[in-house]
């Protein structure tokens, strides 16, 4: 009995030194998130962004709906429009209804709906230089390669297709042509082989997702996961300057709604359009300060010009011409 109480000790005492080692390591997780998370970052953003709580709720909640359609989540995307009772319109969902449906097609390794859509936009997609079509008919002429000696003459037959793409893909249509010397051998040993590769199927999605999107007039990837991931790079940065802010009491220094106090770099893959700077009060324009063009040529902001008009007449800062400030244009990039 004596040996057995003994032992229980033995284990009790383990089981409490090993849960001490245990609690510490616990205990310091809680402190590390403390330390290098902040419990209230709302504050880095004024309220002044947005026009009123509602408008706040709804755009957030219109950005997750385009993100839920936009990653064929359709049915997720119906459940929460119906719940938050977000009045989203058909010409909104209609984009991605089509966009997902000849998806899940292509990833069923069925070309014909996007062949279709490809045949019926081609002129915008010949104007995009984009050669979709063309990537098309190669991987449905390489489907029936695959088919062996069989597919032979049905392959011959569809190469056909591949006449108006002559002169831009000749190269390409060359290789699909000596490929048939192989077929009897099979193009799996071949020199050919790389035209079986399954990378054509990925590549082939990404192609038209890319052109589909240009020619509907959306973004390949939502707007909802690069806010995320701008915001991501963002935010450390933003945090910073509003503790210097609060810290040396500078409340004017973030003003505006539609700009940041500081230059953040996030990077070539978040540049989605052209930035004008005035040159002569090295600002950069916005919508209430637009870039006017003046009757030499010049541009400049319209602070700037605004700024430079004495008596009346405006005096180009980079030549002698004098001019009337009404003459000025706006130049939208």
């Known amino acids: 009995m004596s040996q057995c109480c003994q032992k229980i000790r033995d284990a009790v005492q383990k089981l409490a030194s090993d849960h001490k080692d245990i609690h510490g390591s616990v205990s310091r997780v809680g402190k590390a998130i403390d330390r290098n998370f902040d419990s209230e970052i709302c504050g ?12 706040q709720q709804q755009t957030l909640q219109l950005a997750i709906v385009e993100h839920l359609y936009q990653q064929g989540m359709l049915s997720v995307a119906e459940e929460l429009c119906q719940e938050s009772t977000l009045n989203v319109d058909l010409d909104f969902k209609q984009p991605f209804l089509e966009l997902n449906r000849i998806l899940e097609a292509l990833h069923r390794h069925d070309l014909g709906p996007a062949l279709e859509w490809a045949v019926s936009h081609r002129q915008p997609l010949l104007e995009l230089n984009s050669s979709l079509e063309f990537k098309l008919h190669r991987l449905h002429f390489i489907h029936l390669l695959a088919g062996g000696p069989d597919k032979q003459l049905e392959a011959l037959s569809y190469a056909r297709h591949f006449q108006p793409f002559a002169r831009l893909h000749q190269r390409d249509i060359q290789v699909m042509m000596g490929s048939l010397v192989y077929l009897r051998l099979g193009l799996e040993k071949s020199p050919y082989c790389h035209l079986l590769d399954n990378s054509h199927w990925a590549e082939i999605c990404e192609t038209f997702t890319r052109d589909a999107c240009s020619l509907l007039g959306l973004s390949v990837e939502s707007p909802l996961s690069v806010s995320f991931a701008s915001g991501c790079v963002a935010l450390p940065m933003l945090m910073n300057i509003k503790a210097v802010i609060e810290q040396r009491q500078c409340t004017g220094v973030w003003s505006h709604k539609d700009e940041l106090p500081i230059e953040i770099e996030l990077g070539m893959k978040c540049w989605f359009h052209s930035v004008f700077a005035c040159p002569i009060l090295r600002q950069q324009t916005s919508e209430s300060n637009p870039p006017i063009k003046l009757l030499c040529g010049h541009v400049i902001s319209q602070d700037a010009l605004n700024k430079l008009v004495n008596g009346g007449k405006l005096k180009c800062p980079y030549c002698p011409v004098e001019q009337n400030p ?6 939208i990039f």
């Open 44 to 55: 880095v953003v004024s309220d002044a962004v947005w026009d009123s709580q509602e408008k």
């Open 326 to 331: 009404a003459d000025g244009k706006r130049i």
